[in-house]
């Protein structure tokens, strides 16, 4: 069925330096791909997202890059700042359903 | 504007016990969806409204879980014969159109079965 995978499941960076995390998923038919930040009890917040006719999008410290050939998409998030530490979650869809990765911790050590 | 709002914020039942979740979709967003998150888990899509009617119900796990939208906005989410597994925090979404749109979360409720 349909899956998308995500890593790191956690990944710890110094204040200032740049973070990635990769998701790969598994339906060609996969159009959008969102990217959510959900900090602990609350609700997933969109930060981020692209369409499958379009390969960089750009937001101030947050970039996303999309391959469709190998099926894989990236979230870049540049100067990392404490406020940034939370949950990321990818999620990829062709359709109205979300198959979401399995998240990943991102610790911004000051 | 208002953003999708759930009740209960929380919610601790007895193993056999229903319970109904609520969601309350953004203004004007004809779809919602009901998504299951497990404790360290990406949510799982449980049922999809367009409008009132129940358009993909495919993600429910088993028939104790049912959901309704009678009058195509607010919607809930009814688990019959709760089970210690059925613990979870459950998310609404809504989003404006459905295919290839942004769904937008609400805050979920914490759903614990004793």
């Known amino acids: 069925g349909e899956n998308v995978e995500q890593h790191p499941s956690t990944l710890s960076v110094q204040e200032g330096d740049s973070a990635v995390i990769k998701c790969t998923y598994s339906?060609?038919?996969?159009?959008?791909f969102p990217w959510y930040k959900q900090e602990l009890g609350k609700r997933p917040q969109l930060i981020i997202d692209i369409r499958s006719n379009v390969g960089e999008k750009k937001d101030q410290r947050i970039a996303v890059t999309l391959n469709k050939t190998a099926k894989h998409f990236s979230l870049h998030i540049t100067e990392t700042q404490p406020e940034d530490s939370a949950v990321y979650f990818c999620a990829a869809t062709g359709t109205y359903k979300y198959i979401f990765g399995t998240g990943t911790r991102l610790k911004v050590l000051a | 504007g208002a953003g999708v709002s759930q009740t209960p914020s929380n919610k601790v039942t007895e193993k056999g016990k229903y319970v109904e979740l609520r969601c309350d979709p953004i203004s004007g967003h004809t779809a919602l969806y009901w998504y299951r998150q497990s404790l360290g888990q990406g949510p799982e899509f449980l049922i999809y409204?367009?409008?009132?009617?129940?358009?993909?119900d495919s993600g429910l796990p088993n028939d104790r879980f049912f959901a309704v939208r009678p009058e195509g906005s607010v919607s809930t989410l009814k688990i019959q014969r709760t089970e210690r597994g059925d613990s979870a925090v459950y998310l609404c979404?809504?989003?404006?159109?459905?295919?290839?749109?942004?769904?937008?979360f609400g805050p979920g409720t914490r759903l614990l079965v004793l």
């Open positions: 409204f367009q409008g009132t009617g129940a358009a993909d």
């Open positions: 979404a809504s989003s404006i159109g459905s295919y290839g749109e942004t769904q937008y």
């Open positions: 339906d060609s038919a996969s159009n959008y």
